[in-house]
């Protein structure tokens, strides 16, 4: 009767497949020291050549002998020729990563549009300063738009700048215009599966 590989014991690491595995088992009853260690080196190569385009990486023979002892369970007692990963070294957790959270005033924005505002509140008067302006209201208006389909009023967005800048940006309706974004139609395939050329 045929043995399925959902019936065998789970490969710890399925890359180097179920051969592998069975060598590694075998060498860890081999009771002889010596021939353990010869044992281990023969599949230590035998590892290395499912992976040729990775033995030009200098940490390529120590994560064979590091794999090598993860497969056997880090039961395997041989003289390794590097100092291998130890198991409670195996799983590590990251370390938290720490966020400087800091109130948002419109959340829809961004904390990165408030800090693109005050520079440009920096800039001294000019096309360059009102170029940036523009160019933020513009995206305003965008992300305004990816949470809400409907027109978007110029003047709120002005206002939004207004209220960011501390009254340092004062726009109008009258006197600038913002893009007019529009959804996109998705373009419909018209030829239907299955149906017939005519002649």
Not at 120 to 144: F, T
Not at 164 to 191: A, W
Request: proline share 5%; net charge positive.
């Amino acid at each position: 009767m045929l043995e399925y590989n959902n019936q065998k014991g789970i490969l710890k690491l399925p890359e180097y497949g179920r051969n592998i595995q069975q060598m590694v088992e075998y060498c860890t009853n081999i009771e002889d020291r010596d021939e353990r260690n010869r044992c281990a080196k023969t599949i230590i190569q035998s590892m290395g050549n499912l992976f040729p385009q990775l033995r030009d990486d200098p940490d390529f023979k120590h994560k064979l002998w590091d794999h090598i002892a993860i497969m056997s369970g880090f039961t395997l007692d041989i003289d390794y020729p590097y100092e291998v990963i130890k198991e409670e070294n195996l799983h590590t957790s990251p370390q938290n990563v720490k966020y400087q959270l800091e109130p948002i005033r419109f959340r829809h924005y961004g904390k990165i549009i408030e800090q693109m505002i005050c520079r440009a509140c920096e800039y001294p008067e000019g096309e360059e300063r009102n170029a940036l302006i523009m160019l933020i209201a513009n995206h305003m208006k965008k992300l305004i738009y990816s949470i809400n389909k409907e027109d978007v009023d110029d003047e709120k967005i002005f206002n939004d700048l207004h209220i960011y800048s501390r009254g340092k940006i004062k726009l109008s309706p009258e006197t600038h215009k913002l893009h007019v974004f529009k959804e996109v139609p998705t373009q419909q395939n018209n030829n239907k599966k299955g149906s017939k050329k005519k002649k």
